[in-house]
């Protein structure tokens, strides 16, 4: 069965702190993989990676994706509190769907 | 370029009634999926729609049902409602090309602000 595990469930960190979220999947054909942050509202788009586009990078936001291992990571450098929220990363097996972790979910203390 | 909508954001019901959910997608996105999130179970898939035609669904009972009209915009429908129901249904939209070499893609989703519906 098609599965995507997050780690850790939750994180409480400083500002200023650098924080590494992970994501391992198993699906019988990988074609991307998504990562959205969730505050009190519907997730907002964050990173896809695909076969053809394994690393991104956006300000202090970025992400890898290793296809070996079968895991992402998500970086956050220099945190600030509105980083605060749900970091849910999706895998999409080939069908049409896309499977979601439960998500990490991250606080960021002044 | 206006996002995702879903009407209506909130819904009450009692149980064993139905409900119908509406999802505008983003201009030009031809794909809906429609997702269950619940506290204890995360984001569950429903349903996906293209092109008026569902091409996958997840593991709800029938009393889960949707469709998608030829402008895409997508309802979802649930019937009997009982109280495990309550949950935030959101909708997400993508272009999703669909042609024989990305079999399987549904590529970028952006999420509506989802309706959040309780069963009594």
């Known amino acids: 069965e098609d599965k995507v595990v997050q780690s850790p469930l939750s994180l409480v960190v400083h500002e200023g702190d650098t924080v590494t979220l992970n994501c391992s999947y198993e699906v019988t054909n990988f074609r991307s993989l998504l990562w959205y942050k969730q505050e009190k509202k519907a997730p907002t788009f964050l990173f896809m990676l695909t076969s053809s586009g394994i690393e991104k990078k956006s300000g202090r936001l970025s992400s890898i994706l290793d296809k070996k291992e079968l895991s992402s990571i998500l970086n956050i450098t220099a945190t600030q509190t509105g980083d605060s929220a749900i970091y849910l990363c999706?895998?999409?097996?080939?069908?049409?769907?896309?499977?979601f972790g439960t998500g990490t979910r991250l606080k960021v203390l002044a | 370029k206006a996002g995702v909508t879903q009407t209506p954001r909130y819904l009450i019901k009692t149980r064993g009634q139905q409900v119908t959910l509406s999802c505008s997608p983003i201009s030009g996105h031809r794909s809906v999926s429609w997702y269950q999130q619940t506290p204890g179970q995360g984001l569950q898939f429903l349903f996906e729609?293209?092109?008026?035609?569902?091409?996958n669904k997840g593991n709800f009972p029938g009393r889960f049902s949707g469709r998608q009209f030829s402008n895409s915009r997508s309802e979802m429908n649930v019937s009997t409602l009982e109280l495990g129901d309550s949950a935030l249904y959101l909708c997400?939209?993508?272009?999703?090309?669909?042609?024989?070499?990305?079999?399987?893609?549904?590529?970028?989703?952006?999420f509506g602000p989802g309706t959040r519906l309780t069963v009594l």
């Open positions: 729609y293209f092109s008026e035609t569902q091409r």
């Open positions: 999706a895998v999409e097996p080939g069908t049409y769907k896309y499977i």
């Open positions: 997400a939209s993508s272009l999703a090309p669909g042609s024989r070499s990305t079999l399987g893609w549904v590529g970028e989703q952006f």
